[in-house]
Nanobody, 116 residues
Framework: QVQLVESGGGLVQPGGSLRLSCAAS????????MGWYRQAPGKQRELVAT???????NYADSVKGRFTISRDNAKNTVYLQMNSLKPEDTAVYYC??????????WGQGTQVTVSS
């Protein structure tokens, strides 16, 4: 099993920034990719950003140019730097790790609220 623990969420004003962290532990061998997903009230969970072990990234169109995903392989940690935050970014953000195409692990989620 892989355990994922998110941190860094909170309340921020529009235009502000937050950095989310996700630390992986347990059976962490052969993790091929990690990423961030989010779920707003009344909506389905959606992809925010992913990063592979080789550093390849992809982003949802809604966050391109504002969010940056990165990894610290030595610490088994993935980060999401969120800049120019908008109210529509408000959601619970979940960390994800994948070993194979169909083997996924999820964190408990961290709340991000963007409001004035």
């Amino acid at each position: 099993q892989v355990q994922l623990v998110e941190s860094g969420g909170g309340l921020v004003q529009p235009g502000g920034s937050l950095r989310l962290s996700c630390a992986a532990s347990g059976s962490i061998f052969s993790i091929a990719a990690m990423g961030w997903y989010r779920q707003a009230p009344g909506k389905q969970r959606e992809l925010v950003a992913t990063i592979t072990s080789g550093g390849s990234t992809n982003y949802a169109d809604s966050v391109k140019g504002r969010f940056t995903i990165s990894r610290d392989n030595a610490k088994n940690t993935v980060y999401l730097q969120m800049n120019s935050l908008k109210p529509e970014d408000t959601a619970v953000y979940y960390c994800n790790a994948r070993k194979l195409l169909t083997v996924n692990y999820w964190g408990q989620g961290t709340q991000v609220t963007v409001s004035s």
